[in-house]
């Protein structure tokens, strides 16, 4: 089952609206991952991030690898239209390993 | 390039019937990965590919489920006697020789899988 927590589950904004999300665990994470999967398509990576305290951005996306090793989260500011999708964040627990755990997903909805 | 392909893109079957479903991963990528993913879920690892051995099959629900990549390219991945809890969007990614973990994993489109 999933081991990750994602947050919220779905976000309805307006256009040129900031967005947040988040995405918990109760155990550390060793790689924290951000994805974004359109409708009949497969996810896509967005952000990486390898170590603790990590800030990286993407252009208007920025995501951060918690201290603790058990959290991320992920903004995108100044939201448009094609940002609407679902957002999944992704890890790995261990060290080399490659199965990744994902979480539920934010259902992200923009009104133009 | 081409990215990660997936056949059938859609498949029906009755509860009890076998199923393969056929992942070909981009070009070079030595590693290949089966996902399942739920209705409203996010993706469920199953299995795991290096070259033409299955590194980690830890994610296989039970024995119903298998899959080979026996030329180390094209996998399938296949289900017996079918349930109707199988049903879901069967997703096959690759990556480049990831010794340390950190590859980026490419994803196809998927297979959406129904047993009625």
């Known amino acids: 089952g999933q081991q990750l927590n994602q947050s919220p589950q779905s976000m309805f904004i307006q256009e040129g609206e900031d967005v947040s999300m988040n995405c918990t665990s109760s155990?550390?994470?060793?790689?924290w991952l951000w994805y974004k999967q359109d409708p009949g398509e497969g996810p896509v990576l967005l952000i990486a991030?390898?170590?603790?305290?990590e800030l990286t951005s993407n252009g208007r996306l920025t995501a951060q690898f918690g201290i603790t090793r058990k959290d991320s989260f992920l903004n995108i500011s100044a939201s448009i239209p094609s940002d609407v999708g679902i957002y999944f964040c992704?890890?790995?627990?261990?060290?080399?390993?490659?199965?990744?755990?994902f979480g539920q997903g934010t259902r992200l909805t923009i009104n133009p | 390039g081409a990215g990660v392909s997936q056949t059938p893109s859609n498949k029906v079957t009755e509860k009890g019937k076998y199923v393969e479903l056929r992942c070909d991963p981009i070009?070079?990528?030595?590693?290949l990965y089966w996902y399942r993913q739920s209705l409203g879920q996010g993706p469920e690892f199953l299995i795991y590919f290096q070259g033409t051995g299955a590194a980690d099959d830890s994610g296989l629900p039970n024995d119903r489920f298998f899959a080979v990549r026996p030329e180390g390219s094209v996998s399938t991945l296949k289900i017996q006697r079918t349930e109707r809890g199988d049903s879901a969007v069967y997703l096959c990614?690759?990556?480049?020789?990831?010794?340390?973990?950190?590859?980026?994993?490419?994803f196809g489109p998927g297979t959406r899988l129904l047993v009625l």
């Open positions: 990614a690759s990556s480049l020789n990831p010794p340390s973990g950190g590859e980026t994993q490419y």
């Open positions: 991030l390898y170590k603790a305290g």
């Open positions: 155990s550390i994470f060793n790689t």
């Open positions: 070009s070079g990528h030595t590693a």
């Open positions: 992704a890890g790995r627990r261990i060290q080399g390993a490659q199965k990744l755990v």
